[in-house]
């Protein structure tokens, strides 16, 4: 669907907007997944055309980076084109995969100087880290894959949500680090199936949720990041982005959030939306 404005109404600068592309993952991450995605999820309603659209109205409001997500971004039909067309519209691009399968054609994506990679590591124990992702094998996979991506000098970064319990999270991190990746550790936030059915709260935040920064969810409705979904208000497939961030309800959705007087950077659970230029939770809170 196409909605376009003829006149654009006046919105604040969006620097960094994410695009939740599908709901589809190899995983399900019992314990963790904020989106609830699996291997049994659909790629939301979205179209192609949708997303093409949206990445062009992203460039003309001034954004300077793009981040596809899911679920798992690589799985949605259209992936390699939807990059290869923020690149053209000279957007910086990150992807946030679980590097679980990454096909041939993707490598040559990830090794461009605008693009960068992120990806979730749990442990360095194997059974550890499978049973946190619900997947046997994705330990073995997942690090292959970040050994290939710095053998390629793909820029990537590591977030190991630490969810208590004895993880071996730290030394996850050693690990990473001795391969030479960037990786922090942070807890679990209460969203999706770590609220554990509870109804999730404004507390799990960063506090700059929708500061320059804004989510596409996989049927359209615009959160101020992919943590803060429940926030989510108004939808792109109905309007312009530009009209929904320029709306009452999503000034509401962003005054919601309460601002943070902790001067603790954010944790990397909450880097899907970090828009500074190391990730892994370098962000500060808003204060």
């Avoid at 003309?60 to 067309?85: A, C, M, N, R």
């Amino acid at each position: 669907m196409t909605v376009l404005d003829v006149d654009r109404p006046s919105v604040a600068s969006l620097d960094f907007l994410s695009l939740e592309l599908t709901s589809r993952c190899q995983f399900t991450c019992p314990s963790q997944c904020y989106a609830e995605a699996g291997p049994t999820q659909g790629h939301g309603s979205m179209t192609a055309e949708d997303w093409h659209r949206l990445i062009d109205e992203a460039a003309s409001l001034g954004t300077s980076t793009v981040q596809f997500i899911g679920g798992e971004p690589t799985l949605y039909p259209d992936f390699t084109q939807l990059v290869e067309h923020a690149l053209r519209a000279g957007l910086n691009v990150r992807v946030h995969s679980n590097l679980y399968k990454v096909r041939d054609e993707h490598w040559p994506l990830f090794e461009s100087s605008q693009v960068s990679v992120a990806t979730t590591y749990h442990s360095d124990v194997a059974a550890e880290h499978d049973a946190i992702t619900g997947r046997a094998g994705s330990h073995a996979a997942t690090r292959a894959a970040i050994v290939k991506a710095v053998r390629r000098g793909v820029k990537l970064r590591v977030a190991i949500v630490d969810h208590g319990h004895g993880q071996r999270a730290e030394q996850a991190r050693a690990e990473m680090q001795a391969l030479g990746v960037t990786a922090a550790v942070d807890k679990v936030r209460a969203v999706g199936r770590a609220a554990g059915g509870l109804v999730p709260s404004t507390s799990a935040l960063c506090g700059r949720c929708g500061n320059g920064k804004a989510a596409i969810l996989p049927d359209g409705r615009v959160a101020p990041c992919e943590i803060g979904r429940f926030l989510a208000t108004g939808s792109v497939r109905e309007t312009s982005l530009a009209s929904v961030l320029a709306s009452p309800e999503w000034t509401r959705a962003r005054e919601s959030v309460p601002a943070r007087t902790s001067t603790d950077p954010c944790g990397p659970d909450c880097g899907p939306s970090d828009d500074s230029s190391s990730g892994g939770g370098s962000c500060q809170p808003m204060a």
